[in-house]
């Protein structure tokens, strides 16, 4: 805040000087661009989820109106619906609950790609046996390929032997 004096020998002669008070906004201004910028900077780097090493694949992404439930599956075993920890004996009746008892609503299942892959079959029939018809895996494109590229065959496991 400043204020300048202004000088008076106006019309009394009196000499008598008044304050005029304003207010400098201009760093108050610059605070709050440099603050919007770091903002707008940090916000896309703020994804909330739960961390697994999804599989490779080619296929190409899923476009909808709705939004999918992920149920997650850890290295350990644990499943997650969201961010959220479940037990498998409940995990048909959360469903329900967020989907709205939709069957139709769609649900994506992660799972890291050092995980058995019974246990994963099992999280699916279990969804699948709840009356949810619309049940995907999902798996994260190899680096370098785009989607609907066919991939790379791949090497014999073993060279082939003739006598």
Avoid: C, W
């Amino acid at each position: 805040m400043g204020f300048s004096v202004q000088g008076g020998s106006g019309r009394g002669g009196r000499g008598r000087r008044r304050p005029q008070a304003d207010i400098n906004v201009t760093p108050m201004v610059d605070v709050m661009l440099v603050l919007l910028i770091i903002f707008m900077v940090a916000a896309p780097m703020m994804t909330s989820g739960i961390n697994v090493d999804l599989p490779k694949t080619a296929a190409k992404p899923v476009n909808a109106d709705t939004k999918p439930i992920t149920v997650t599956v850890k290295e350990d075993g644990s499943v997650y619906m969201g961010d959220n920890p479940v037990d498998m004996n409940q995990l048909v009746e959360q469903l329900r609950a967020v989907s709205q008892n939709d069957p139709e609503h769609r649900i994506f299942v992660k799972g890291d790609q050092h995980i058995n892959y019974g246990r994963v079959m099992e999280i699916m029939g279990r969804i699948t046996a709840g009356g949810f018809t619309h049940v995907a895996l999902l798996a994260q494109m190899p680096s370098g390929a785009e989607a609907g590229q066919q991939p790379a065959p791949l090497p014999p496991a073993a060279p082939s032997h003739t006598p």
